[in-house]
C-alpha cells in the first residue's frame, strides 16, 4: 500500500490549501458570470476548457488508459457534473458567500456516506458536528419566515454529490494515476453537460465572446477547473481523507472573505454566526478521526 511520509503529507496540504485559495475566487467570478451565460453552458465550458488543458499537458498519459480506469473517470465526473451543476445554480440564487459555506456540508457528510458505504460508523463527535452543521445552515439559509431559500437548498444537493467525490477519489487513487483520473472525469464531466445541451436544444450564449467575459470563463476553466481539482487529486493522494476534507473546507472562507470584498456582500451578526457553526462543524466532524491517524 503507498506510504504518506511527513514531507509528502505536508507539501499535500499546501497544494490543497492552493486549491481551496483558487475555488474561493471562482465563487466571485461564477457569480458576476451567471447574470450573463446559462449555468448549463458556464458549466460546460469550465469542463470542456478544463479537458483540454488536460489533454495539451498531459496527453501521453492515455496510454496508460484501461476500461477501468474509464469506469473510474465516468463515476467522478457524474459526482462532479451533477455537483458543479447544482453549485453553479444555487450561486444564482443565493449570495456567493452562502454558497461558498453551504457547500463545505460535504465535509460533514463524508463520515456519514462512509458509514453507508464502508461500514465505518461514525463517532459521537462527528454526530455532534452534524448537528452543529444544521444549525450553522439554518442559519445561513433560513429567512425571516422560516422558509429555506431555493439557492440554499441547490447548494446542499451539490454538497452531497462532492461528498460522494471525495470519497471515491481517495478510492481510486489508491492504485490509478490522479492525473489521468483527473482528465478522464472532466471529458466525461463535459460530455455529461453537453449532452444536456444538446438534448435541450439549448440556444448558444454569443456574449460569451466579450473579452471581460471570455477571461472569466477562462479563469472558471482553467484555473478553478483545471488546476484546482488537478492539485486536489495529486494531492489528496498524499494526505489522510479527513485532513484533506478539514482543508479543502477553508475553500468556504476563502468565498466569504472574497465576495465580501469584492462583491460588497452584506455580511449581517446571524451570517456570521452561522459561518462559525459551519467552522466549528467542520473541524470537530474530522477531529477524532485525524487524532486516530496520527497515532496510527
Same mark, same amino acid.
Given at each position: 500500500m503507498f506510504k504518506k511520509s511527513k514531507n509528502s503529507q505536508f507539501f499535500g496540504s499546501m497544494g490543497l490549501i492552493g486549491a481551496t485559495i483558487i475555488w474561493g475566487f471562482s465563487f466571485v467570478v461564477v457569480k458576476d458570470s451567471i447574470a450573463s451565460i446559462p449555468v448549463p453552458y458556464l458549466? +460546460?465550458?469550465?469542463?470542456i476548457l478544463a479537458s483540454a488543458g488536460m489533454l495539451l499537458l498531459f496527453s501521453f498519459k492515455l496510454k496508460e488508459l484501461t476500461f477501468k480506469v474509464i469506469k473510474q473517470g465516468a463515476v467522478l465526473g457524474l459526482f462532479l457534473c451533477i455537483g458543479q451543476f447544482f453549485q453553479t445554480l444555487g450561486c444564482k440564487y443565493t449570495t456567493a458567500g452562502k454558497n461558498a459555506f453551504i457547500t463545505t +456540508?460535504?465535509?460533514i457528510l463524508v463520515p456519514f456516506l462512509c458509514?453507508? /458505504?464502508? &461500514? &465505518? &460508523?461514525?463517532?459521537?463527535?462527528q454526530v455532534i458536528s452534524a448537528v452543529i452543521a444544521i444549525i450553522g445552515i439554518g442559519l445561513l439559509s433560513l429567512n425571516g419566515n422560516m422558509h429555506i431559500q431555493s439557492g440554499d437548498f441547490l447548494t446542499m444537493i451539490c454538497g452531497i /454529490?462532492?461528498?460522494f467525490h471525495i470519497i471515491y477519489i481517495d478510492r481510486y487513487t489508491r492504485e490509478t494515476d490522479p492525473v489521468l483520473l483527473t482528465m478522464i472525469q472532466f471529458m466525461f464531466a463535459a460530455i455529461y453537460i453537453w449532452a444536456i445541451i444538446g438534448v435541450t436544444r439549448m440556444p448558444f450564449p454569443t456574449q460569451v465572446f466579450h473579452p471581460e467575459l471570455f477571461t472569466k470563463i477562462m479563469y472558471i476553466g482553467l484555473a478553478s477547473t /483545471? /488546476?484546482?481539482?488537478?492539485?486536489?487529486?495529486?494531492?489528496q493522494k498524499y494526505t489522510n481523507p479527513s485532513v484533506a476534507a478539514v482543508i479543502l473546507s477553508m475553500e468556504s472562507v476563502f468565498g466569504m472573505l472574497f465576495s465580501v470584498i469584492i462583491l460588497h456582500e452584506k455580511f449581517t451578526i446571524k451570517i456570521l454566526i452561522g459561518c462559525v457553526c459551519m467552522l466549528i462543524a467542520v473541524l470537530l466532524s474530522e477531529l477524532k478521526g485525524t487524532q486516530e491517524e496520527v497515532n496510527v
Open positions: 458549466v +460546460a465550458f469550465r469542463y +456540508a460535504y465535509v458509514w453507508i /458505504m464502508e &461500514k &465505518k &460508523k461514525p463517532g459521537s463527535i /454529490m462532492l461528498g /483545471m /488546476m484546482g481539482f488537478l492539485l486536489q487529486i495529486v494531492c
